[in-house]
Every structure is written in structure tokens, then in C-alpha cells.
């Protein structure tokens, strides 16, 4: 709707519709893309290691963390989850009613998103994957209560137990391949009955549980690097790719080594409930004992049959070795710094998370010279079915102070306090509807609506300048010693993801192997360095004072 604004002298853009804007969004960002989720959109989460070397710490830990799910969704269903609040004010929850029971389809040129749980009969079961093979596991008994850890327990040995041949053909890692590719595959799939109410049963399911084979083992210092490539790509078809069904909302990853996270489908939601959720989990798990239950006999859980022709079997090769290709393509970093965290710059009085993304853009300056364009997610969750809208975090005053940060200025300080306060602003614009680039968004799409020309800005080469974001962003922070993880934005470019505890950071720091001019390592240590000289700079400044 446009409506002219007499004493402006332009015209104003209201889209009435926060729905219309998120559903553009969803497609635009997510839906319409034809890229592998895997890597590409979908984060992963690194949880702590647990310490379990054999498959019966395995099955204990992935019942206990089953049984902590329940009890999330049993908030969900009954609607009791409360609400969030920020600044005072109340926050939109529908993300956190999109993530259970939910799963991605692939379609010819635009996937959807199916919620199986708005029905009369919500499905009462999850998948679990072992050894590439799936079952459906019933997890409430007849009465509608939720099965205990140690029913659990025992319907997971029999799983593991069900499924130790080792040479099954892996069809998850279908759900890896580029989407038009995957698209066709399963048209090609589920042609067969019996593999359509497999794949059925897989997408209708509340969660996915995938028990990993133990990864190859790797130094201490590279062990959460290679968790990280772990939740996002599973490592290749050798280890842990095709134990995956990628179009899955929520897939928990348990591996028998200690190695656990999750992976998530991006399109129904942010990393914020994701977390929410993990630290719901985490927390169920720390109080939760073993309860021996009265053992009930179980049904044994049904494994899911899977009819490959030579045709999807040419496919499952297709897909294995593109899996190869970019597992082997994605070089992934995790940095925890430790040097201090979210309270030294709170004692400062400036914001963690500017603080942080001044580090950046520190890093990226000193390593490159210049500055780039630089995109830090922010939440509209303010709003009615509020997405995410973009904090433009390469400013003048940011450019500013990278520069003086390694010349002799007196002004160091100053410069990144107001570099800082800027960020600050662009935040708080950004959160409360004032951003540019869902405004832009929302322009853009209207045009392709309304079929009418597409105005000019958008075929400009600044646009596309603008919005090629070299440094892709964001905060996800979490009560868990975790971090989320991702894939980046455009071929030369990161993707740095970041959890601010009290006393250390955990930052994730992903490139590409195929672009000579991005190191991932190199990156994180320029971040280390810049974290540093930002912590010595504020305290001469604190001792001349």
C-alpha cells in the first residue's frame, strides 16, 4: 500500500502484512533456493563432548535427550511455553510452534514446508537413523503419556541392535544434492509405495535422532572443528552423511565417540528458539535420573523398507559424491576464545554484541586492507510472524576506527565507543522495524507480484555490491557452553556465528577451500589478535583515567 506523505515530499512504504513479509522471505531466502541445504542453509549446533566412548553411554544419553524434547513439546502442545521478552516488550513465539513435526519438501522449483502436527491426529512418533537405516519409534504410550529414559533406553537397543549391517544403502543422502536434482529423485522415490510411506513417515515425525558411527579420531585443538563440519555435513558419505534426512527440521546428532549436536532445516525458524530449545534439553538432562519403570513390553520399533531400483541407486552414487565434493569444500574453524567474554565490555558500559562485531570488522581489515559489506542477523520477533532483518554492521564510523586501530591516533578509544554506539542504533532500528533490507525485500517482490518493471535499483551494481555480503553474521547466544554454526553467503566469503558467555566466546568461523582468497584459520586468528588489542586499548585508556 503507498501512501504519500505531504510534508516529506515521498512516498512511504507500509506492508500491512507482517505475513506477507515473512512469507516472501521464507521463499525468497530459503524456498526458492536451489542450493544443497546442507552446508548451505541449514546451521549445526556444537554441544559440549560428552564423556561416553561406547554405545551404551550413546543410548543413555540420546534417551535422556529424547525424553527432554517431550518435555519441551509437551509446553508447545499444551501452549505453555512462556512468552519472551525484550526491552519490556513481548516477542512472537510462532517459531517455536514450526519446528516439531515439521519437514521440508522438495518440489520442481520451490520446496514447502509442511507442519504435520496442525491435525486431528498429530503423529505420536520420531525417526531414529543407525547405520543409514530408519525407524519409526513410538514415544507415548497408549494413555498419551510420554515414554520414560528408560523405556527409551531399551527401544533404542533394539534399534541399534536391528540395524548393524553396515553396507545398506544410505537414501538420506539424497536429501543432500543440489534441490532440482533432489527434487527429481524423490518424484523417482516415492513412485514406489512402499518407499513413499517410508518418506512419509521420516517427514511426519516430530524429531529425527541420528546415531553417528564414530568419527576418525583428530587432535584435541582440531576436535571441535571437526564436530562442527560433523553437524553440518555429516563428513562425507564415508562417515556420517547419508545418517541423515537433511529435509528434517530437527535432526539430534548423538555420535558413540561423545561428539552431539543438532542440525536444522532454517526455513521454519531462527537459531534463537533452536538454542531455547537446546538449553531446555540440556538442563532436563542435568536433573533427570534413570527412573526404572515398570517394564511394559514395547512394540519393536518398525524399520522403514526402502525399494532401490538401479535408477535410485545411480542417484544415491550422484548424491555421494557431491556430498564428497562439498564436505571437502567447506573448511570450518572453531575458536574459543578465552581470554575474557561478555562481561569485560559490559564493565566498559558498550554492548557485546558491537563490541564483537568491531573485532570483525577489525579482523577482516587487518587481513584484507579494506572493509566489506557485513550482514549481522537481527530479530523482528517484535512483530506478529517476524523473521530476521539485517544490522549493516560496516559503518563510517566503524571503517573509522579499523583504520586507527594499527596508526599511532590518541583516538583509538573514542573511535571504537562511537563506532559501538552507531552499531547500537543500527540494532535497535533494525529490531523495532526499521530496517533496510526487508524494506527493500518487500519493494522488490511487490514489482515481481504486480508484474510491473522492476524498479531500476535493483539492476544497479552498487545493489548487488551492497548486498554481497563477504562477512555473514550472527549472535546466538545460549545459557549451553555451545555454538551454532553455518555455512557462508557468498563463494569468497565467512560465515561467523558466535555465542558470548560470561567469561569466554565461542565463535564458529566457516569458508570455503575453493576461494584462494578466504582462510577460515587465518580469519580466527586475526579475530583472536583483535579481541585482544581491543581489551589492552580499553584498559591504558582506564589507567590514564
Known amino acids: 500500500v503507498w501512501t504519500h506523505d505531504p510534508d516529506l515530499e515521498e512516498y512511504t512504504l507500509y506492508i500491512y502484512t507482517r505475513k506477507k513479509l515473512s512469507d516472501w522471505w521464507m521463499q525468497s531466502a530459503y524456498l526458492d533456493s ?196 560433523q553437524m553440518l555435513h555429516g563428513g562425507g558419505s564415508r562417515w556420517n552423511s547419508g545418517n541423515r534426512w537433511f529435509d528434517k527440521t530437527l535432526q539430534f546428532i548423538v555420535g558413540e565417540d561423545g561428539s552431539c549436536g543438532l542440525t536444522y532445516e532454517h526455513a521454519p525458524a531462527e537459531g534463537p528458539p533452536i538454542v531455547f530449545l537446546v538449553d531446555h534439553v540440556v538442563d532436563y538432562m542435568k536433573r533427570t535420573e534413570m527412573v526404572r519403570t515398570p517394564m511394559i513390553p514395547l512394540p519393536m520399533p518398525q524399520k522403514l ?91 563510517t564510523e566503524s571503517l573509522q576506527f579499523t583504520k586507527a586501530m594499527d596508526d599511532p591516533s590518541e583516538h583509538k578509544a573514542a573511535l571504537l565507543d562511537k563506532a559501538i554506539k552507531v552499531h547500537r542504533e543500527h540494532t535497535h532500528m533494525a529490531i523495532h522495524g526499521h530496517g533496510i533490507e526487508r524494506h527493500m525485500l518487500g519493494l522488490k517482490m511487490m514489482a515481481i507480484e504486480d508484474l510491473t518493471s522492476l524498479p531500476e535499483i535493483f539492476m544497479d551494481t552498487s545493489f548487488a555490491v551492497a548486498a554481497h555480503f563477504n562477512l555473514y553474521t550472527s549472535q546466538v547466544g545460549s545459557k549451553t557452553d555451545c555454538v551454532m554454526c553455518f555455512g557462508p553467503m557468498v563463494p569468497d566469503g565467512y560465515g561467523i556465528c558466535y555465542n558470548p558467555m560470561d567469561d569466554h566466546i565461542n565463535f564458529a568461523v566457516t569458508a570455503f577451500n575453493s576461494c584462494e582468497e578466504t582462510n577460515a584459520t587465518k580469519l580466527s586468528q586475526f579475530l583472536e589478535d583483535s579481541l585482544l588489542d581491543m581489551k589492552t586499548l580499553l584498559e591504558q585508556v582506564s589507567k590514564t583515567q
Open 34 to 229: 536451489r542450493m544443497p541445504v546442507a552446508m548451505y542453509t541449514s546451521p549445526g549446533v556444537v554441544l559440549p563432548k560428552m564423556h561416553f566412548q561406547d554405545r551404551q553411554g550413546q543410548m543413555r544419553f540420546a534417551a535422556k535427550l529424547i525424553a527432554g524434547v517431550l518435555d519441551f513439546k509437551s509446553m508447545i502442545d499444551s501452549e505453555t511455553l512462556p512468552v519472551e521478552y525484550l526491552g519490556g516488550k513481548p516477542l512472537c513465539m510462532d517459531q517455536y510452534y514450526q519446528v516439531l513435526t515439521s519437514c521440508r519438501i522438495p518440489g520442481p522449483k520451490r520446496d514447502v514446508v509442511v507442519n504435520y502436527a496442525i491435525g486431528k491426529t498429530p503423529p505420536s512418533h520420531i525417526t531414529v537413523v543407525h547405520n543409514f537405516q530408519f525407524f519409526v519409534l513410538d514415544v507415548y504410550n497408549s494413555d498419551g503419556s510420554p515414554l520414560t529414559v528408560d523405556q527409551i533406553y531399551v527401544q533404542l537397543e533394539k534399534i541399534w541392535n536391528s540395524s548393524l549391517q553396515t553396507n545398506k544403502e544410505p537414501v538420506g543422502i539424497l536429501t543432500s544434492n543440489h534441490r532440482n536434482t533432489w527434487g527429481k529423485a524423490y518424484n523417482n522415490l516415492i513412485k514406489d509405495k512402499t518407499n513413499k510411506e517410508s518418506v512419509r513417515a521420516i517427514q511426519k515425525s516430530i524429531f529425527t535422532v541420528c546415531l553417528d558411527a564414530p568419527m576418525p579420531r583428530v587432535s584435541d585443538e582440531m576436535y571441535h572443528n571437526k564436530v562442527a563440519a
Open 305 to 395: 523398507r526402502f525399494n532401490i531400483t538401479p535408477e535410485i541407486k545411480k542417484d544415491i552414487e550422484k548424491a555421494k559424491q557431491n556430498m564428497n565434493i562439498m564436505a571437502h569444500e567447506l573448511d570450518v574453524r572453531v575458536l574459543n576464545f578465552t581470554h575474557y567474554g561478555r562481561k569485560f565490555p559490559k564493565s566498559h558500559k558498550m554492548s557485546p554484541d558491537a563490541f564483537i562485531q568491531m573485532a570483525l570488522q577489525l579482523a577482516y581489515y587487518r587481513m584484507y586492507q579494506t572493509c566489506c559489506p557485513t550482514y549481522e542477523s537481527a530479530s523482528l520477533r517484535m512483530f506478529r510472524l517476524g523473521r530476521t532483518e539485517a544490522v549493516l554492521s560496516t559503518t
